[in-house]
């Protein structure tokens, strides 16, 4: 599967930035995508995930509240709404997905993944 993000770019703290991830192909039987990030100084960590079979997401505590994921079928896309945005947000956020649906949110910890996006940069000034 490929994955092609886009939407990242410079913003201030307190604003809002919407990613996409547009996927080629899913698995007929279910999946997992999701976002993960990689922050200066940090180690990457897993942001939030959807289930493609019941639409169950799944967020980290820093990012409960702020961000929200869904996904298009018809268009294989997902997408992760960011809001409130604080310098801490800053990093490299990279899509990724499992072709499996039954991890829940311990697929927040994985630190490998079946297919990653290139990545695309989210910047916040404060």
């Known amino acids: 599967v490929q994955l092609v993000e886009s939407g990242g770019g410079l913003v201030q703290s307190g604003g809002s930035l919407r990613l996409s991830c547009a996927a080629s192909k899913f698995s007929r039987n279910g999946y997992t995508i999701g976002w993960t990030r990689q922050s200066p100084g940090k180690e990457r960590e897993g942001v939030s995930c959807?289930?493609?079979?019941?639409?169950?997401?799944y967020y980290a505590d820093a990012v409960k509240g702020r961000f929200t994921i869904s996904m298009d079928n018809a268009k294989n896309t997902v997408y992760l709404e960011m809001k409130d945005l604080i310098p801490e947000d800053t990093g490299v956020y990279y899509c990724a997905a499992d072709p499996f649906n039954n991890v829940g949110a311990n697929w927040l910890k994985m630190l490998s993944h079946s297919s990653w996006g290139q990545g695309t940069q989210v910047t916040v000034s404060s």
């Open positions: 959807i289930v493609s079979t019941d639409g169950t997401t």
